[in-house]
């Protein structure tokens, strides 16, 4: 299947500290979606794209759709201790479904 | 609005037992995939149904089966557990499983296999 290369596989930061996170694929994706999962849930969706070069923010979190549509990047500006959790990207590769591709996960833990 | 409903929300069955899960997605919503979640594999697609019918599938065994109701509930169905089907299964939802839609996924059913 495809693979979604998500990096960094873990961030400890300061809490107030902005944050950078990707993903890159080999494989062209029409849509992106990023979510944030805490233990015990479901992922919670923050940020869908839909087109190249697209960014969206959604309060303190921005992503942008890659111009190459193989990658996306998420930020989060002003870290707080509530921004802990697992953010995952998912690519869907074009009009087949809810079949998303998952990056691996960026782990990430804000300290006060 | 209600979000996408699992139950479940844990399970401990042995091995050789089949176990069935619930999802009901946010009203309005006809698509209803299926993920497995492991910490090695992370999350992967099992199948997708919409209309009742199974639109999509992924790389699975037979063991793993689903289906649709009209009211666009969904069960999903494993049949002679494994310890390897330990995992998160989440299902998600959306309006029609097009590509420029958004995905939602409910909490999820912790299954554990001993």
């Known amino acids: 299947g495809q693979q979604l290369n998500q990096s960094p596989q873990s961030m400890f930061i300061q809490e107030g500290e902005d944050v950078s996170m990707n993903c890159t694929s080999s494989?062209?994706?029409?849509?992106w979606l990023w979510y944030k999962q805490e233990p015990g849930e479901g992922p919670v969706l923050l940020i869908a794209l839909y087109k190249a070069g697209e960014l969206t923010s959604n309060g303190r979190l921005t992503a942008q759709f890659g111009i190459t549509r193989k990658d996306s990047f998420l930020n989060i500006s002003a870290s707080i201790p509530s921004d802990v959790g697992i953010y995952f990207c998912a690519g869907q590769l074009g009009d087949t479904g809810n079949q998303f591709y998952f990056g691996t996960g960026t782990s990430l833990t804000v300290i006060p | 609005k209600a979000g996408v409903t699992q139950t479940p929300r844990y399970l401990i069955k042995t091995r050789g037992q089949q176990v069935t899960l619930s999802c009901s997605p946010i009203?309005?919503?006809?698509?209803v995939s299926w993920y497995q979640q492991t910490p090695g594999q992370g999350l992967q697609f099992l199948f997708e149904y919409f209309s009742e019918t199974q639109r999509n599938k992924g790389n699975f065994p037979g063991r793993f089966s689903g289906r649709q109701f009209s009211n666009s509930r969904s069960e999903m169905n494993v049949s002679t557990l494994e310890l390897g089907d330990s995992a998160l299964y989440l299902c998600?939802?959306?309006?029609?499983?097009?590509?420029?839609?958004?995905?939602?996924f409910g909490s999820g059913t912790q299954l554990s296999v001993l």
């Open positions: 494989s062209i994706f029409n849509t």
């Open positions: 009203s309005g919503h006809r698509s």
């Open positions: 998600a939802s959306s309006r029609a499983g097009r590509y420029n839609e958004k995905l939602f």
